[in-house]
């Protein structure tokens, strides 16, 4: 019979595990992230002055006086507590300081995600029909076909959902043409003001949130998106609507919503292109690498994402042995993450991660 450690025991050795198992993805230099993540003693974690000193060189970090400077630093040490309880919840992911260890929590969820909540399908959404599920790849990577764009930073704007949209409909658009373009997220924040007719306060808006659905609605009736080198990315909404409908790249035939069933979403996956996704991303904060597999995780989606692959298993060593997982391309800049990219177990819709997905057809239109 196999021993019965205790449970704190075994956090403990998965926690060791995870991070033996990713160290040959950290550089030896970064001294910060081995003495805050790959030692788990409690005097590396106090979080003192030079450590705060290395995250701010690390990622360009100035503030304007001493009082925001100090009030930074509480913060970064909370977040360090934060990290290494999110280690022991996760421990087959990589957890520790990122380019978000000075926000709160809160400050975080209103720069960084944005995603509104899903109230109803907008009236064009279809259910994506089934498809057949027996001769799915082991593990598939639309990255390595070609309909991926590399990833983007959304900034200090909560348009994920814009990122997401895009995502979605530049992998559709190349395989009906052959041709991968980047496509505009500013589009979408300046003029996607597309609402639910029947939800007051249900609409798209810019960085303070929207959904992939009412901005696939909105693209339908826009006669569809323009390149980004046309209408670049600023950040910033409440901008005056610059769309030039005589430039668009890419159009929307339509857009289906994908049952909670994991064979076919992986199936709509690889037949029709990367899918727009929503997450909970409560430990993305903290994310540094690895599979994510939190034992507890809620399923309020507040992030909108971009599914672009599965693998079909990586280590989780809390429960020894290898794990299927999605791959997850999110809209942060390669600065987070695996050169921007999270990895989260398939099969038990953790955080949310089957909840809303959505795939689309596209129509290709020439620029004039």
């Excluded at 907008?122 to 076909?145: E, S, V």
């Excluded at 909105?218 to 901008?239: F, I």
Aim: glycine share 8%.
């Amino acid at each position: 019979m196999a021993p019965r450690y205790p449970l704190l025991t075994l956090f403990l050795i998965s926690a060791a595990v995870a991070t033996a198992i990713y160290a040959e993805r950290i550089d030896n230099n970064d001294l910060l992230i081995r003495q805050v993540v790959a030692d788990t003693e409690d005097h590396l974690l106090n979080a003192e002055e030079h450590h705060f000193s290395t995250f701010k060189a690390k990622f360009g970090k100035t503030y304007a006086t001493k009082e925001e400077h100090d009030y930074r630093f509480g913060v970064f040490k909370k977040n360090l507590l934060r990290a290494k309880s999110h280690q022991k919840l996760d421990p087959s992911a990589v957890h520790g300081v990122t380019k978000f260890s000075d926000l709160t929590h809160s400050e975080f969820r209103r720069q960084f995600l944005g995603l509104n909540k899903p109230l109803r399908l907008p009236n064009d959404a279809h259910k994506a029909p089934i498809l057949p599920t027996n001769d799915l790849p082991t593990d598939f990577d639309w990255r390595d076909h070609g309909a991926v764009t590399p990833v983007k930073n959304q900034g200090s704007c909560g348009s994920c959902w814009s990122f997401s949209t895009t995502g979605a409909l530049e992998g559709a658009h190349f395989l009906a043409t052959g041709e991968l373009v980047s496509l505009s997220e500013q589009q979408l924040v300046d003029c996607d003001h597309e609402c639910d007719p029947e939800e007051r306060g249900a609409c798209d808006s810019g960085c303070n949130g929207g959904l992939m659905n009412t901005a696939f609605e909105y693209t339908l009736k826009a006669g569809g998106l323009v390149p980004e080198k046309d209408y670049p990315y600023t950040g910033r909404d409440r901008g005056a609507c610059k769309f030039d409908k005589t430039k668009i790249a890419a159009s929307i035939s339509n857009f289906s919503v994908v049952s909670l069933d994991e064979d076919q979403i992986a199936a709509n996956l690889v037949k029709n292109g990367p899918l727009a996704v929503g997450i909970n991303a409560v430990y993305m904060q903290t994310y540094i690498g690895g599979v994510s597999c939190p034992y507890i995780c809620g399923k309020n989606l507040d992030h909108g994402v971009l599914l672009v692959g599965y693998g079909a298993a990586d280590y989780a060593p809390i429960r020894l042995k290898e794990k299927p997982y999605w791959i997850i391309k999110n809209s942060w800049g390669e600065s987070w993450g695996e050169d921007g990219y999270y990895k989260i177990c398939r099969g038990h819709n953790l955080c949310g991660v089957d909840s809303m997905v959505s795939t689309v057809a596209a129509i290709h239109v020439s620029n004039h």
